[in-house]
């Protein structure tokens, strides 16, 4: 039997490029190529008819059509085309969906407009429970590259997650713990090389089983140097002084990641038990505009009471991320097919994340988060032609922050949330009804407790008025309660008066170089959504569009005060209604299917406008897009052409520099080879292939660091 060998590095106990290098070598030489126009019709029929993917992300087991939740689905073909190095680079392009960067490690997924602590990053169900939500320079804890699949709930999916999904869910799925029976020994191998960043990936997964014990191993390593990108990394239009910027790259964007997980499950009749762990590591630079004002040459306003805290640290030396995380998952499922009860699922996972901060080598905060999420599903049968699922989800977070700049106090959440989800059928109609039910406790050290109850409910229509024709309509009203951060960012360092802040202290944020204020009395966050949306399936071609709009009360943001204390912006957490209103749109159709091969189109694009009830823009907007894309198979070679215009964005939010309209051309190709045992792939694409300077309006660190310039990625991946 052949399998990946590798052997580890130095200071990389699991593997390395080079010993994953070799182990593809290995099994490249245990396999017999096959005459390659045998695989083109297997390979064909096997695009041309993928598996429709069943919902995990909503507990009742549904395909995207039999529900009126905005879903979107990233799987197959699909996602090994725009699988980028974080959640949010590969999930970008998707209508409605967008980046919020910070360097090429860093990219949080921003849905509709909405990031940070209103979308709900998930693994395989449950919270990625790291620290991305309490600072724009945090990386997610996922990784797309090892997904099966990731699903996104656009809008508010508070009743299935609760309040932390106001904005939207993003569900990250592997197999780490396997639900089915194994047949043999089945993995793959696949390494990929980027000319923007000089980087490596290679990812390994290897699985198998019986009818009673499946088991699963994967893991990943990438190494990656400074970005390329056309021209200065600083602003010259925003930022007076670039003296410091480099030119053709992006100083300290490098970094390293490696991670490896195993998992085990027990099979039996109509369910399984299973338990996971995984490891991960990665340490990336923070961009040097994210800690540095070239320009900075005027006073500070507000009265001074004290030192700035770590205001002086920036100026000292790059700025690293070292972060570390360690999760166990334990999952079990039961499907007794009853008259009552159809299915019962549990999952519990337990997280221990961790990062420092260096400054120069020098470790000067870190930053601790230790989290416990449990969830158990009951899953009916009919009752009155009813089908449903009633749900219990609780979750502890202890949080701390450590060092020089430790801006938020050490705190713990305890959350509860009960909800229950209901579909009925009637003819062409589907009926969506669900509640749920939240309690939020946060205590945090010096500072009163402080509790939230919050009520979240939806109703939703699908009518499938004509065949392959569905109109629906969803209606929601939710509540967020406000999170630590938001709270408690240097609480007691700045107080209001007299016109002025009147500073004690206060802890600069090194890494985005700002002073985060927080409010201790904010109020629980609350909207009011409409979804209406139109779909046509008529095999092949397909088409959906839909308009939302979101009206928030007490909306809590992230203010540019326009006061700076010893040359460092001052940002406060504040409150004010809102209103959010937008787009989405996609249509695909055959263009050709002849001897030349198959030939599909795809239109797409999305906007949204999001306004303050004084009349300021919402902070960090996305811009309007409208992209088109061909696709094109010839046996076992696909290809893809794709082209989108991003229009530019002059309603950025107060403080904020507007972006330029960007066009932005991705090319890509795929070969299929069939091997004996399995298939290897051959793929090679292109990024921004006109190299345009793209300063996304969604990041905090625009003005000094723009998106990568041209990019070619090749790689190989071999399956068996």
């Known amino acids: 039997m052949c399998s990946p060998v590798w052997g580890g590095a130095a200071g990389h106990p699991f593997f390395s490029p080079r010993s994953l290098t070799t182990a593809v070598r290995l099994l490249a030489g245990c396999v017999v190529f096959t005459n390659a126009s045998a695989v083109s019709a297997d390979t064909s029929e096997l695009h041309a008819h993928p598996m429709e993917h069943v919902l995990v992300t909503v507990p009742i087991h549904k395909k995207s059509a039999e529900t009126a939740l905005p879903v979107s689905v990233l799987a197959g073909d699909a996602l090994q085309q725009t699988v980028g190095q974080s959640i949010g680079a590969t999930l970008a392009q998707q209508p409605g969906l967008h980046s919020a960067s910070f360097g090429p490690a860093v990219g949080q997924p921003v849905i509709r407009g909405h990031a940070g602590p209103r979308v709900r990053i998930l693994q395989n169900g449950l919270s990625s429970a790291d620290a991305a939500a309490t600072s724009a320079d945090h990386a997610v804890a996922v990784e797309p590259l090892l997904a099966d699949a990731i699903e996104v709930v656009r809008g508010p999916a508070t009743l299935l997650y609760g309040g932390g999904a106001i904005g939207g869910v993003v569900n990250v799925l592997d197999n780490r713990i396997p639900r089915l029976p194994g047949e043999g020994l089945s993995g793959a191998v696949e390494y990929r090389h980027d000319s923007a960043t000089s980087g490596d990936s290679g990812v390994f997964r290897l699985e198998g089983g019986n009818d009673q014990v499946a088991f699963h191993l994967s893991g990943l390593y990438r190494d990656w140097n400074d970005v390329k990108i056309p021209g200065l990394a600083f602003d010259r239009d925003v930022i007076a002084n670039t003296d410091a910027s480099s030119h053709g790259y992006i100083a300290n964007s490098g970094g390293r990641q490696r991670s490896v997980t195993a998992g085990l499950s027990w099979l039996f009749d109509s369910g399984h038990i299973g338990f996971a762990v995984s490891d991960s590591e990665m340490r990336y630079g923070i961009p040097r505009g994210g800690h540095a004002h070239p320009d900075d040459d005027h006073d500070h306003h507000g009265h001074d009471h004290g030192d700035a805290a770590g205001h002086e640290h920036a100026t000292h030396g790059d700025i690293a991320i070292d972060m570390s995380q360690r999760r166990y998952d334990l999952s079990a499922e039961w499907h007794p097919h009853g008259a009552l009860l159809d299915g019962i699922r549990a999952r519990l996972a337990y997280t221990d994340y961790e990062h420092s901060e260096l400054e120069a080598g020098r470790v000067a905060t870190t930053f601790l988060n230790e989290t416990w999420e449990g969830r158990l599903e009951l899953i009916h049968g009919e009752l009155a032609g009813w089908h449903g699922v009633v749900g219990l989800q609780l979750q502890q977070t202890d949080f701390e922050a450590v060092g020089d700049e430790a801006f938020i106090p050490p705190s713990r959440r305890r959350a509860l949330g009960l909800f229950v989800l209901e579909d009925f059928h009637a003819g ?220 530019k964005q002059t309603r950025a939010g107060r403080g904020e520099p507007d972006t330029d309209s960007y066009h932005r051309l991705d090319i890509g190709f795929s070969y299929d080879v069939a091997m004996a045992p399995g298939m290897a792939t051959l793929f090679v694409r292109g990024t921004n292939l006109t190299n345009e300077e793209i300063r996304a309006s969604t990041s905090f660190l625009r003005a000094y660091a723009p998106e990568p310039g041209r990019s070619i990625e090749a790689g190989v991946r071999l399956q068996f």
């Open 428 to 647: 062409a109609w589907l009926y969506e009804l669900g509640l749920r039910v939240d309690h939020d406790r946060i205590e945090a050290d010096g500072q009163r407790d402080r509790s939230f109850t919050s009520l979240s409910a939806s109703a939703a229509a699908l009518w499938e008025w004509r065949p392959g024709w569905q109109l629906g309509l969803s209606l929601a009203a939710a509540e967020r309660a406000p999170v630590v951060e938001e709270m408690f960012s240097n609480v007691g360092r700045a107080d209001w008066h007299d016109d002025h802040y009147h500073f004690h202290a206060p802890v600069t944020h090194a890494a985005t170089q700002v002073i985060e204020l927080g409010s201790a009395d904010l109020d629980q966050e609350q909207s009011r959504n409409l979804d209406l949306s139109l779909r046509y399936d008529g095999g092949d071609s397909s088409a959906e569009i839909t308009l939302f709009y979101n009206d928030f009360r007490d909306y809590i943001y992230l203010a540019d005060t326009g006061f700076r204390f010893h040359g460092v912006d001052v940002f406060a957490h504040a409150q004010q209604d809102a209103a959010f209103y937008g787009v989405e749109a996609e249509w695909q159709l055959p263009l050709a299917h002849g001897g030349a091969g198959a030939f599909d189109l795809t239109l797409y694009g999305d906007a949204v406008h999001g306004e303050l009830d004084n009349g300021d823009a919402v902070p960090r907007l996305p811009p309007y897009r409208l992209g088109g894309r061909i696709d094109w198979e010839y046996g076992a070679l696909r290809g893809y052409l794709d082209l989108l215009h991003a229009g």
